[in-house]
Structure formats: C-alpha cells, structure tokens
C-alpha cells in the first residue's frame, strides 16, 4: 500500500503513518507475513464504530431538531449498517489501498462488502487516533452526512407520516402526492414526485420507485415546515 497516494487520494496527512497503515491492513495479510512486524485492523474498527455513530447521532440531534429520538434511531441505524458503510467505502475507492492475503485477495475479499465496511470503521478508529474527534467529524462532513441531507436514506425513514402528523396541525390543509415525471428505460427508470400541499407543490423528490420519490418530496416540504 502506498500511504502517501492514500494520504494525496484523501487529501489527509497523518502524523502518525502506522495508524493509517494498520486501517488498511487486513488480518489475513497479518497471517502470511508474521515474520513483519504487522498489525490487523480489528481494533481500529472497534475504536471507529463508536466514532461514527457519535458523530451521526450529533448531526441527527443537531440537524433535524423536530425528529423524535425513535425516528432518529431508525435513521441512524440505516446510516452505520453496512451495506451503507461498504458504499461509502467504495464512494472513496478504499478497496484499492487494502492489504490482504493471498487466499483473501483470489476469493474476492478487494470488494466484499463486510470487509470494505470495517475498513472504512478502521480508517475512522486511526483518524481518531491520529487527530482527534473533530477531524473524523470533518470527514464525515465531507463523505457522509451529505447523502444524509440529499435524501439518500430516506428508504429508511416515514417523511411521509411525519409530514402528515405536521399538517394535522392546522385546519383544513390536505396532502396530495403526484407523479410528475418518469424518465429512463423501464429496467432503469427514476420517478420525480411532488407533494401538493393547499394547492401548491411543497416538496419535490425524485427516486428509483414512486414510494422512494414520494418520501423524498415529503422530506423536502418537511425541511420547509421545520
């Protein structure tokens, strides 16, 4: 692995080289190269699992100030699992700078999903390490809470209920949802909501199904009434 490529690709210099190193390091390399003195990043993935979900739950608390604590539980969760956290992983082309094993390498391990995920823990656990909480912050500001702000877990959050509850509130305003556009081919298509609140468009979402873009438009005119 060349750390300063890595450091240049992420535009982060470490202090301490080890730690970005042993993030990257899987323990199947550890095994074909005991006679080195290597360190698995397992460790580093314990630390980074507890930094991420602080830092999510501090954007969540700080950012959506009318969710309740059940609502952002939900939210935070589909944000640290990892299918989630493998495609972060794979956002910044981590698969290219592990080391793994040989048996590892030949089975696909580069772009298996549970391994990509615990490197981008372990890359957190070291950054952490390295520079503290505000610079692990300072990269997920830059690679992960903005999907958050763009809807990209809405799949995993009911906009539209919430939005619903929030009109409640005041008499005599109803909520409709309408397809207004459908573009692309019918294996790949992508739907563009909107949200019709008193006989104006509140929200607009696009998505790959018609539910996915109803709740991004949900969540649009919800950021407008909060």
Do not use: W
């Not at 460790?43 to 980074?48: D, I, N, S, T, Y």
């Not at 409709?176 to 979402?205: L, M, Q, R």
């Amino acid at each position: 692995m060349n750390v300063r490529e890595l450091e240049q690709h992420l535009g982060i210099s470490f202090n301490n080289h080890k730690l970005i190193t042993q993030a990257f390091t899987h323990s199947s390399y550890v095994n074909e190269h005991r006679s080195e003195v290597f360190s698995d990043n397992e460790r580093l993935e314990f630390l980074g699992d507890a930094v991420l979900e602080l830092g999510v739950s501090q954007y969540l608390y700080r950012n959506n100030k009318k969710m309740p604590e059940g609502e952002m539980t939900k939210l935070r969760a589909s944000i640290v699992c990892e299918p989630s956290l493998d495609n972060f992983a794979r956002d910044l082309n981590f698969g290219e700078f592990i080391l793994l094993g040989k048996g590892e390498e030949q089975t696909g391990g580069r772009s298996r999903p549970a391994l990509l995920a615990d490197v981008f823990e372990a890359f957190l656990g070291a950054l952490y390490l390295d520079q503290g909480f505000d610079q692990a912050l300072q990269f997920l500001e830059l690679n992960v809470f903005p999907k958050i702000s763009t809807g990209a877990f809405s799949h995993a959050m009911d906009y539209k209920s919430q939005l619903q509850e929030l009109v409640q509130q005041y008499k005599h305003q109803t909520i409709e949802y309408k397809i207004a556009e459908e573009k692309g081919p019918s294996h790949n298509k992508e739907f563009i909501a909107h949200v019709i609140i008193k006989d104006e468009v509140s929200g607009v979402g696009i998505g790959r199904t018609k539910k996915e873009a109803e709740q991004r438009a949900a969540k649009t005119a919800l950021d407008k009434y909060i």
